[in-house]
Every structure is written in structure tokens, then in C-alpha cells.
């Protein structure tokens, strides 16, 4: 028998503008700009203020004189959001603080589409008719704009390597069809200056691109004048051909011919650093060994890296966060760079006066204006979102650097104190999640360099003294370690673990391992040298 029960769940559940609020705080600066302008292509009431000198001078000027104006209000950028509005984030931002790690699905839209079916027949804009303008998000904690020269990087403009290539394929003596196999050659090049695929491949997309029926001999033919081109060793097709590339370009003394030698016979040897077994093989002296394994060691592995730009868009870290320190003083500031500041177009306001002040107000006129208020919801909300995403991220630098000022201070590994997500999620009274977020891809400038927010994050290393040390200390005395170890006798793990128990520190030969790995320090056999 079906019975019908009533009951009552309390669940939570992300609000739009919480999901909007997550999304924002864990964008780097770097791709702030983007999601920007992304907002501002679907929501006309976003735009960049950007004043005139004049008209800001102007402005202060008749402030006096405007006062009784309701429209002069319009061109403060430094009014605050309205109350209720405020009200609403306020407490938005709260709940997302307490919450644990949602699983979000994505979605493009404002979060005031939600409200595409609203009320046409009574609309209420008393709170769209105030004067009050919708103000930036630019805070007192934000660093200098655009007009301020950083000493950040500049991307260089130059060509690419794979413009060099092919300028360099067009001067080659090669007829119509050998500059379509040499062009699809130089396009299947990767990132380190390798052809990995197979040349029988290489014919089938010329075959179906271009309608070229070629050989993998012809292929061959043209892959060699390819190789030939700068910078040395490019187009090869594993690590072994490509260090041969380069030796045929050298002087071919009897180091150069027994570094050939090397790699053609022994290089499985070469590359376990099996130095008795290569000198058995090719019947070589400790001298002659040495001297050819020098001469290994300079050429360049990876030669698609070596070119005006590579062959890939060169990338600059952007900082999210830039540190000062003024005679002991930490001055901690956002990078505004890549953030312009936005407001509600006023003409929105002024759309709402109209349809207020109007006599007949028909359909198509409420549905206008319904539209509009949706858009401007939307605006004044992803306003609020940034500006509680420069204040969290404020929040937990601020945090970050109060913990760990001792290195802030000198820039000293060894003073960085044991730190865990959880640790400024209480100081700040913010859930993990959020701090997760905060951490994931935000990186700050300080005098020492730029450091991403995760190296401040380390477990603790129990200590005979019985207190913690951060494992980033104990990586960079095992580091020192390994930087002053005998060559001829590198130092295992079982002797690096001795050593930094009688430093004091309590760690096992599987800890120093798992660390020397994070270091990407190979094993104490491929670290020997002649």
C-alpha cells in the first residue's frame, strides 16, 4: 500500500553568486584580465572606467555646484554598493567560507539569468532608481597600475623558431615538392626540436593534405637538409641522433670521434653512466673518457628551446602579490596590473528614469526594462565578486606572511616554519577550501624572487629538541649535502639519512629518498662523475 509522508531536510546548497564568487578566487592574475572581458562581451552594463584627466578635474571641481543635481552622482567612482546589496554578498561570502569542497558544474551565464522570467507586470526599481553609482573594486591594498612600470619580463616580439626554419627552408636548393615534405617536416617538429613520428605517417598526411604521393626514402632526403638547418640538432628523432647532429658539426679531433663512438656503440651505457663497461667496449683510457664525456655533456638535449622563441609562446610568471620590506616594515599590495577596474554604466540608471517617468509603459517596454535589470544584476554582482576575492586573497597573504615573516625577512630557507593549509584557515576564520583555492596557482614577489604559494606550505620534521622544522628546511641542507659530496663517491641514502640524523633531524632513508626525488636529484650511481 503507497503512503504519502511529509518531511522536512535542511541541505545547503551553492547560491549563483557563490558559484561565481569560487570561480573568480582561484583565477591567477594572469587570466583575470580574460575572465574580465569575457564578463563585459555578454553583459553590456559592465564597462571599464576609464575618466579623462580633464573631466576628473572638472568633476572636483563642481562637486559643490552638483549637489543638488541627482545625476551628478552618476560619475563617482567612489561611492559604495547599495546596502541591500551589500547585505546579500555579505552573507553570500560568509556561507562559502563555511562550506566544504562543492563539485561545481560550470556554467557560462550571469548568475541574475536565473531570473529571466521575472514579474513584468509590477517592477520595482526603487533600488536601481539611486543615484548612487555602482563603485569599482579597487581597494586601498591594490598595487599600481598599468601606469607604473614593473619590472616584470616582456615577452620577446622576435620571431619564432619555427619562423627560422622556415626562412631557413626556403634559401635550401629544393624544387616544389621537396619544400611540401620539408614544410610538413618542420610542422611536425614538438616542443623540444624532435620529429617523434613516423615517417611512414608524415607521407600519409601529405598524402591526404596535400594529395602528395612521396616515399619514406624521399622523406629521408629531406629530413637530412632539414637537419641541417640552426640550431644544431634540430628535427632529430630521439636524444641520440640528436647529440650526433651536433658532433658533426664540431671539429672532428679524436674527442669528437670518440664522443661518436660513444653514443653510436654504448649509448645504453652511456646513459646508466656504465663508465667500465664503455671503456671495455671501446678500449678507451680514463683520460680519453673523460675528455669524450665532456665534450656529451655541453651539447644541448633539447634544441627546440635554443631558438629566438622556441617553438612555443614563451610564458612569464605574473605574480598575484608583491611584498616590500621598508627597514622591517612589510608593506603587502595586490598586483592590480592585469585587473581594470569596472562600474555600471550609467545608462542604465538613466534607462530606469525614463521608464519610471513615462506615462504609458507598455509590454515591450517591461520587458526591456526587465532585461535590463537582469544585466545589472549581474554587474553589480561580478563587481562584488572580485572585490571579495582581492579581499580574501589579501586576508590569507597577509596570514601567510605574518607565519612565515622570518623568511620574508632575510629569504632564508632554513627559516621557514612547518605550515598546512588548516593552519591559515584558522587565522583567518575562512574554510580549507578556500585557502586551497587561494594557494592553487598564486604566486607573490618579493626581494628574493618570485615564490609560488605553495612552497610556504610543508609539513613538520620532528627534531631531537623536540620541536617541528619544515620539511623545506630539511630539503635544502639535503641539497647542500649532495652540492658538496665527492663526485667519485656520491653520498647514498642510506649515508644522507646518518648525516641528517646527527644533525638532529628524525628522518628515515625512505623520507630522504621521497625528498631527493622532489628535488629531482637522481640516485647516487647517476650522479658519479670521471
Not at 620571431?159 to 617536416?185: K, T, V, W
Request: charged fraction near 35%; aromatic fraction near 6%.
Amino acid at each position: 500500500m503507497q503512503r504519502l509522508d511529509l518531511k522536512q531536510l535542511l541541505s545547503q546548497k551553492l547560491s549563483p553568486q557563490q558559484i561565481q564568487f569560487i570561480k573568480l578566487l582561484q583565477i591567477p592574475t594572469a587570466e583575470l584580465e580574460t575572465r574580465i572581458k569575457e564578463e563585459m562581451e555578454v553583459n553590456p552594463a559592465l564597462e571599464e572606467d576609464e575618466p579623462d584627466d580633464a573631466e576628473e578635474l572638472d568633476r572636483d571641481d563642481d562637486d559643490s555646484d552638483d549637489s543638488d543635481d541627482p545625476d551628478s552622482s552618476l560619475d563617482n567612482d567612489e561611492n559604495t554598493l547599495d546596502e541591500d546589496f551589500d547585505d546579500r554578498s555579505s552573507n553570500d561570502s560568509e556561507m562559502a567560507d563555511e562550506m566544504p569542497e562543492p563539485e561545481i558544474q560550470p556554467k557560462d551565464e550571469g548568475p541574475a539569468d536565473t531570473e529571466a522570467n521575472a514579474d513584468n507586470t509590477d517592477l520595482d526599481l526603487s533600488d536601481y532608481l539611486n543615484d548612487d553609482e555602482i563603485a569599482g573594486y579597487k581597494m586601498q591594498g591594490d598595487g599600481p597600475g598599468e601606469e607604473e612600470e614593473r619590472d616584470t619580463p616582456l615577452a620577446d616580439t622576435s620571431g619564432s623558431l619555427l619562423d627560422s626554419l622556415l626562412d631557413q627552408l626556403h634559401f635550401a636548393s629544393l624544387d616544389e615538392r621537396q619544400e611540401a615534405i620539408g614544410q610538413q617536416l618542420i610542422g611536425s617538429i614538438d616542443g623540444d626540436g624532435y620529429i617523434r613520428r613516423d615517417l611512414s605517417a608524415i607521407a600519409n598526411d601529405l598524402a591526404f593534405s596535400q594529395n602528395l604521393e612521396v616515399t619514406v626514402p624521399e622523406i629521408e632526403a629531406v629530413l637530412r637538409v632539414v637537419q641541417q638547418f640552426d640550431p644544431p640538432g634540430i628535427a632529430a628523432r630521439d636524444l641520440p641522433e640528436c647529440l650526433l647532429l651536433q658532433l658533426e658539426r664540431r671539429p672532428q679531433d679524436e674527442n669528437t670521434v670518440n664522443a661518436e663512438r660513444i653514443l653510436t656503440d654504448t649509448f645504453e651505457e652511456f646513459s646508466k653512466k656504465h663508465y667500465p663497461r664503455i671503456q671495455q667496449k671501446l678500449d678507451l683510457e680514463d683520460d680519453e673518457l673523460k675528455e669524450a664525456i665532456n665534450v656529451i655533456l655541453k651539447l644541448n638535449p633539447k634544441p627546440g628551446g635554443s631558438g629566438p622563441s622556441g617553438l612555443g609562446k614563451t610564458q612569464y610568471l605574473m605574480p598575484d602579490f608583491i611584498l616590500t620590506n621598508d627597514n622591517g616594515i612589510f608593506n603587502l599590495t595586490l598586483n592590480a596590473r592585469n585587473a581594470p577596474e569596472l562600474r555600471v554604466s550609467p545608462a542604465y540608471t538613466e534607462m530606469f528614469r525614463t521608464y519610471d517617468k513615462a506615462a504609458k509603459k507598455d509590454t515591450k517596454m517591461k520587458e526591456a526594462v526587465t532585461f535590463v535589470k537582469q544585466k545589472l544584476d549581474s554587474a553589480k554582482w561580478f563587481i562584488d565578486a572580485i572585490r571579495q576575492r582581492q579581499n580574501t586573497l589579501l586576508r590569507t597573504m597577509n596570514a601567510i606572511v605574518e607565519l612565515q615573516r622570518d623568511f620574508f625577512a632575510e629569504g632564508d630557507e632554513g627559516k621557514l616554519k612547518p605550515m598546512i593549509l588548516k593552519d591559515i584557515a584558522q587565522r583567518i576564520g575562512m574554510d580549507i577550501s578556500t585557502v586551497s583555492r587561494v594557494a592553487n596557482s598564486k604566486s607573490i614577489q618579493t626581494e628574493f624572487g618570485i615564490y609560488p604559494l605553495k612552497y610556504f606550505f610543508s609539513e613538520g620534521i620532528a627534531t631531537d629538541s623536540g620541536e617541528d622544522a619544515s620539511s623545506r628546511e630539511v630539503k635544502s641542507i639535503l641539497k647542500d649535502l649532495i652540492g658538496t659530496e665527492s663526485k667519485e663517491r656520491p653520498l647514498s641514502d642510506d649515508k644522507l639519512e646518518k648525516m641528517l640524523n646527527a644533525r638532529g633531524y628524525n628522518i628515515a632513508r625512505r623520507t630522504v629518498a621521497k625528498y631527493r626525488e622532489q628535488l629531482n636529484i637522481p640516485v647516487a650511481r647517476l650522479r658519479k662523475e670521471l
